[in-house]
Nanobody, 121 residues
Framework: QVQLVESGGGSVQAGGSLRLSCAAS??????MGWFRQVPGKEREFVAA????????YYAESAKGRFTLSRDNAKNTVHLQMNGLKPEDTAVYYC????????????????WGQGTQVTVSS
């Protein structure tokens, strides 16, 4: 059974940092990524990376502040978020695919349950 389990969300003040983690089990994936969503809006791409290889991609809003990394031994990806802003407040979802796409939600096969990130001003 495939599972993606997220952890690391929480509440911080603007300028603070959080580290999200996503532990995958049940199979290996080609691409793992993070999306976020606020009520009433579509799910938004944040970052993604190829499990094998060096391709890593970031949304413009994440560049320079967020860093995606992986721990191959633990089948886990991390999203280090620094310089958080109130507009980063959202539910963050981990996603994974055996395909090659990374940019859009429909390109992913599996999703985690989501973890809330709240940034206060």
């Amino acid at each position: 059974q495939v599972q993606l389990v997220e952890s690391g969300g929480g509440s911080v003040q603007a300028g603070g940092s959080l580290r999200l983690s996503c532990a995958a089990s049940g199979r290996t994936f080609n691409v793992m990524g993070w999306f976020r969503q606020v009520p009433g809006k579509e799910r938004e791409f944040v970052a993604a990376g190829h499990w094998i290889g060096t391709g890593t991609y970031y949304a413009e809003s994440a560049k320079g502040r967020f860093t995606l990394s992986r721990d191959n031994a633990k089948n886990t990806v991390h999203l280090q978020m620094n310089g958080l802003k109130p507009e980063d407040t959202a539910v963050y979802y981990c996603a994974a695919t055996i395909g090659t796409g990374w940019r859009y939600p429909y390109e992913y096969d599996y999703w985690g349950q989501g973890t809330q990130v709240t940034v206060s001003s």
